[in-house]
């Protein structure tokens, strides 16, 4: 049973392109996030919704919007997509905001060409 | 400005030795810390957190400190076997929101 699970795993697409990414959570956890690791390695935190509602919105090009259709689900879009857009997009969940551990899928490497 | 450090170059022990990584943060002040472990091509999976009042916490062959005045976190990992090898992240939340900020991590290579 996946706790956290992203489709797709592998995504290679040319600049300019609109993708999607999308993440579902049987954890029955309140919050999830979307958080990208760039080539260093840094895991850098996108955004977060609680309750389908949008808690955290750190600096990101606009041309990234979440969409939580239900607390289950966290999907990403990514409009004209750019060379620097290439990294892994991790999606995950927790209980409730504040001290909980973060439960992560298994992430989606995302390829500009 | 803000930073999290850790071991960046990659951490190479025996089998059945103790294994300790470093996590060093400067203008922080963070209620808690937590550590992850990520294998290749996988997510990070949650392992420990410890509080700010808490100066150890321990799970099994694992135990972390913290220290909140030297503003660092030591991550232990006793007998250590080759499953053991995986990258360690450490993470802190500088708003208590879980708005977690995470170390590169460091890459820890278990020898048999």
């Known amino acids: 049973d996946t706790a956290v699970s992203q489709t797709p795993k592998y995504l290679v697409t040319q600049m300019g392109n609109d993708k999607s990414i999308k993440c579902e959570q049987n954890l029955g956890h309140d919050t999830m996030y979307w958080y990208k690791q760039d080539s260093k390695k840094f895991l850098k935190i996108m955004f977060s919704?609680?309750?389908?509602?949008?808690?955290i919105n750190e600096t990101v090009p606009n041309r990234f919007s979440p969409k939580s259709p239900d607390k289950a689900h966290l999907n990403l879009h990514i409009n004209s997509l750019e060379l620097g857009d290439s990294a892994v997009y991790f999606c995950a969940s927790s209980p409730r905001t504040g001290s909980s551990p973060l439960h992560f899928g298994n992430g989606t490497r995302l390829t500009v060409t | 400005s803000q930073k999290i450090e850790q071991n960046s170059e990659a951490l190479n022990i025996q089998e059945g030795k103790t294994a300790t990584l470093t996590c060093n943060y400067t203008?922080?002040?963070?209620?808690?810390l937590q550590w992850y472990r990520q294998d290749p091509g996988r997510g990070p999976v949650f392992l420990l957190l410890?509080?700010?009042?808490?100066k150890e916490k321990r799970k099994e062959r694992l135990k972390v400190t913290f220290d909140t005045t030297l503003k660092q976190s030591l991550f232990h990992i006793t007998a250590s076997q080759p499953a053991d090898s995986a990258t360690y992240l450490c993470?802190?939340?500088?708003?208590?929101?879980?708005?977690?900020?995470f170390g590169a991590g460091t890459i820890l290579r278990v020898k048999s």
């Open positions: 203008n922080y002040s963070p209620a808690y």
């Open positions: 993470a802190l939340d500088p708003e208590y929101g879980n708005k977690l900020v």
């Open positions: 919704y609680n309750n389908k509602e949008l808690i």
């Open positions: 410890i509080r700010e009042n808490e």
